[in-house]
């Protein structure tokens, strides 16, 4: 009879190992669907980003474009007014040059 408790004891905790192994593997089924759920969500999110900077990749590039012509559009522009003030200078000083030449002053210094 002692064998038998025995027995029945060992099938008793066996079967309550089998079925807490049971729950487990359910567990973590449910864990796998929700983590293969929350992949799919961030998946689609990432279809997402992805059309977006697909879209904003060629403004991008136009920008970037536009912004490296700077750099040459602002040497130009300098470049000009360095010109355009050398030329004033020397406009100013052949001007200058012409009027000691000639023996005339301002008009300051012509009326006194």
Not at 51 to 75: Q, T, Y
Not at 77 to 96: F, M
């Amino acid at each position: 009879m002692l064998r038998l408790d025995t027995a029945y004891q060992g099938r008793l905790e066996l079967e309550a190992q089998v079925g807490w192994l049971i729950n487990y593997v359910r567990e973590l089924e449910r864990e796998k669907d929700a983590l293969e759920e929350s992949c799919e969500r961030k998946d689609a999110e990432m279809g997402k980003m992805r059309a977006s900077i697909a879209h904003l990749l060629p403004r991008f590039d136009a920008l970037h474009e536009k912004v490296s012509r700077i750099p040459g559009m602002l040497h130009a522009v300098l470049t000009q007014r360095g010109s355009v003030r050398d030329r004033e200078e020397q406009r100013q000083s052949a001007l200058t040059d012409t009027i000691n030449s000639t023996g005339g002053g301002t008009a300051d210094e012509t009326a006194h």
